[in-house]
């Protein structure tokens, strides 16, 4: 079993940063592909960037390509959303995911335990 629990969600203006992390805790975290979802408001869940166990292979959703960096410290546990030029549509909760493999996945079926969330709201 893993538990994750993210922080750093909040209200920011458009075009501002902001980081988001994510702490996992209860397993091997260092052999988990990890990832990280949205879900806006009125929409299903969907992708936003994943990263494979080592850290060296990132995919992005089109959407956010460019303005967000993930990353990952396999000595802390932590997991990182690192979001730039955040636009309106950014808007909604943002969750941490892990999955049993080393590779990544855009895919969240594929996804076996999941964060809480947390809210990053976007005013224009």
């Known amino acids: 079993q893993m538990q994750l629990v993210e922080s750093g969600g909040g209200l920011v203006q458009a075009g501002a940063s902001l980081a988001l992390s994510c702490v996992a805790s209860?397993?091997?975290?260092?052999?988990?592909?990890l990832g990280w979802f949205r879900q806006r408001p009125g929409k299903e869940r969907e992708f936003v960037a994943t990263i494979n166990w080592r850290g060296d292979t990132q995919i992005y959703a089109d959407s956010v390509k460019g303005r967000f960096t993930i990353s990952r410290d396999n000595s802390l546990n932590m997991l990182y959303l690192q979001m730039g030029s955040l636009k309106a549509e950014d808007t909604g909760v943002y969750y941490c995911?892990?999955?049993?493999?080393?590779?990544?996945?855009?895919?969240?079926?594929?996804?076996?335990?999941w964060g809480q969330g947390t809210q990053v709201t976007v005013s224009s």
């Open positions: 209860g397993s091997t975290y260092g052999r988990y592909a």
């Open positions: 995911a892990a999955r049993p493999s080393l590779m990544p996945s855009t895919d969240s079926v594929a996804y076996d335990y």
